[in-house]
């Protein structure tokens, strides 16, 4: 089956950082999404993707859809301690079903 | 608006019990799905539906069965719970297919 590829898996944070991570995957895909997920929540989507090249903000988040269409990065700019999370990347090929990766895990340096 | 709920929230089963775990959102959306998660894993497709009436298998659908009588609601049965099955268990919806999915606040079942 598709399998996306996320890294890092995980990640520290000090606040006021950029940071970034990224997606692949084999296959090609029409959508991508990112997702957060806080402790002992289900995933909230953050972004969608639907064009190859598409570049797109939600206030300080900014997610790209690779012109291959088999990859997408997430930037978070000027990072906060709410960012701390799982983000998840979902690719969705033809039809309804999204795969997703394994997530990166963001943590706050100690 | 409640969007995807979820019931229950936790649950301890015995191997070999069966249950349902159910699933409903009030948006009025023709897309739901069931996925599982693993701990330090991502999430894992076991059943979709595109409208009521109509579901397919995802990804790891073996001991889950599903039925969509209804557009609001999409339960889950295990069969026969397995330690293997132990998990947190999430329902997502979408309006349409490409616009990305509401999760539920997710059901933690373990199996003993």
């Known amino acids: 089956g598709q399998q996306l590829n996320q890294s890092p898996q995980s990640m520290f944070i000090q606040e006021g950082e950029d940071v970034s991570m990224n997606c692949t995957s084999s296959s090609i895909f029409n959508t991508w999404l990112w997702y957060k997920q806080d402790p002992g929540e289900g995933p909230v989507l953050l972004i969608a993707?639907?064009?190859?090249?598409e570049l797109t903000s939600n206030g300080r988040l900014t997610a790209q859809f690779g012109i291959t269409r088999k990859d997408s990065f997430l930037n978070i700019s000027a990072s906060i301690p709410s960012d701390v999370g799982i983000y998840f990347c979902?690719?969705?090929?033809?039809?309804?079903?999204?795969?997703f990766g394994g997530g990166t895990r963001v943590l706050v340096k100690p | 608006n409640a969007g995807v709920t979820q019931t229950p929230k936790f649950q301890v089963l015995k191997t070999g019990q069966s249950m349902t775990l159910q699933c409903a959102q009030d948006m009025n959306h023709e897309y739901m799905s069931w996925y599982r998660q693993d701990p330090g894993m991502g999430l894992r497709l076991i059943h979709y539906?595109?409208?009521?009436?109509?579901?397919d298998q995802g990804e790891v659908p073996n001991g889950y069965n599903v039925s969509r009588s209804t557009t609001e609601d999409f339960p889950l049965r295990l069969l026969s719970a397995a330690p293997s099955q132990t998990s947190v268990y999430f329902c997502a919806s979408s309006p349409v297919y490409y616009s990305g999915y509401t999760f539920g606040s997710g059901t933690r079942l373990t199996v003993v």
């Open positions: 979902a690719g969705q090929a033809a039809g309804n079903k999204l795969t």
């Open positions: 539906s595109v409208g009521a009436g109509i579901t």
């Open positions: 993707l639907y064009k190859a090249g």
